[in-house]
């Protein structure tokens, strides 16, 4: 896959695990995006592992080699579009899902995920490595 990927955090971890399959994505990509709550959630799965210190500057090396996308106004606006149309279909996704979410259809971007629940989505291109 070539061009502009946002990436979930599922993908993030595939990726330091070494998957040659997602390694080799990671590679052929154009530009690699990463939304700011992606982040956060990296460092709380960092901090709680036994590799703290590790696993930080690994998140800190990526983060300086890749875009990092940050909320706004607009994304707000998605996100509660988006977390509405949720709840009028009885069909819930995390809350951290909704706000990656926003921000790809936001900057019209494909996500790069494995989480299925993110076809609840409308609107919303995914995929998966």
Known sequence: M???CLLDTNIVIAFFSGEPAVV???DQADEILLPSIVLGELNFGARKSSRAAENLARIE?????VVVLNCDSNTARHYGAIKNMLHLKGRPIPDNDIW??????QYQLTLVTR??????????LSVAW
């Open 61 to 65: 090396n990526l983060s300086q080699q």
């Open 24 to 26: 080799d994505q990671f």
């Open 100 to 105: 990656i979410a926003a921000l790809a259809r």
């Open 2 to 4: 070539s061009g502009s």
């Open 115 to 124: 989480d299925v629940h993110y076809a609840e989505v409308d609107d919303l």
